[in-house]
């Protein structure tokens, strides 16, 4: 029997991580879950996910160390990686209009993880995508890169530089490595529940399809793009009902 497939999924126990860690488990991958804070989550998760194989790993994408403790472990106890998730990502609601609010140190952080976190995650992957490939690098963006318009101003900047990022990689990197962005609207989950309800509910009326995104819309969307998708790179697929049409 050959081994399964394995998925990498950076911060894997959030809302979104958790949904694509599961649609590829059940898929058939044996799923690396990358966690940043919480060891217990991430192990729980592991152990709840159908299939066998599934290992919570350390992964902080803002971290030199920690990356190249990952390429570490993944040289010795994977092998090849066929599809890296670059789902980690911060904000933290600013107005746009309130430039003092939005200081230097969280606009660095914003960038650090959202761009050069996925940026460094692929780089400390690359030879273990390369292996069998053609490997797959999803890097999970938002509509925000599109509008201008989302949490604060950093947050829409940094999709906007990961979305170019997967032009420039894919070109970069193919034909071994394909390289997507995958764009979800307002998700229906925990970040949503902490926003004003009749903001929430004005962007779900403002919607086409009639209701915000969910967290397993977007792990569909990431796993057609390695199941179906296969003739895709450099590009961004959206997630979002139809938002930016209205
Ligand atoms: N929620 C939405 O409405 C929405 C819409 C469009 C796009 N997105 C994007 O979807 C992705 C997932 O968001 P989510 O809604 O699932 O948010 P979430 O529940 O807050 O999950 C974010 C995950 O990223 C991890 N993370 C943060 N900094 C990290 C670092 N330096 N290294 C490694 N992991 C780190 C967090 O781990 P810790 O908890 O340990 O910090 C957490 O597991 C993000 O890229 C986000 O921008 C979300």
New binding site residues.
């Given amino acids: 029997m050959s081994a399964p497939p394995v998925a990498v999924v950076?911060?894997?126990?959030?809302?979104?991580?958790?949904?694509t860690a599961h649609a590829f488990a059940v898929e058939g991958y044996r799923v690396v879950v990358?966690?940043?804070?919480?060891a217990t989550a991430a192990a729980d998760l592991a152990s709840s996910l159908p299939g066998t194989g599934h290992d919570p790993v350390h992964?902080?994408?803002?971290?030199a160390a920690?990356l190249a403790a990952l390429r570490r472990y993944v040289e010795a106890q994977v092998g090849a990686v066929h599809v890296l998730v670059?789902?980690?990502?911060?904000?933290r609601y600013v107005p746009h209009d309130d430039l003092d609010g939005l200081d230097d140190a969280l606009f660095d952080r914003i960038f650090?993880?959202?761009v050069r976190?996925a940026f460094a995650t692929t780089r400390a992957l690359l030879p273990a995508l390369r292996r069998d490939g053609p490997g797959l690098v999803v890097h999970?963006?938002?509509?925000?890169a599109r509008t201008g318009q989302?949490s604060n101003v950093a947050?829409c900047a940094?999709?906007a530089a990961l979305d170019s990022m997967t032009r420039s990689l894919a070109r970069a990197l193919a034909p071994d490595v394909r390289v997507v962005s995958v764009?979800?609207?307002?998700?229906?989950?925990?970040?949503?529940d902490a926003l004003d309800p009749a903001f929430v509910d004005a962007h779900r009326r403002a919607t086409p399809l009639g209701r915000?995104?969910t967290?397993a819309d977007?792990a569909s969307a990431i796993l057609a793009v390695a199941r179906d998708l296969t003739f895709t790179t450099g590009d961004v697929l959206p997630v979002d009902g139809g938002r930016p049409l209205v």
Avoid: E, F, H
Wanted: aromatic share 6%; hydrophobic share 35%.
């Fill in positions: 950076t911060g894997a126990t959030g809302d979104v991580g958790r949904a990358g966690y940043r804070r919480d992964v902080d994408v803002t971290d920690s670059n789902n980690a990502g911060v904000t650090a993880t959202n976190g999970v963006s938002s509509i925000a989302g947050y940094s999709k764009a979800p609207g307002l998700i229906d989950g925990p970040y949503a915000l995104a967290s977007v």
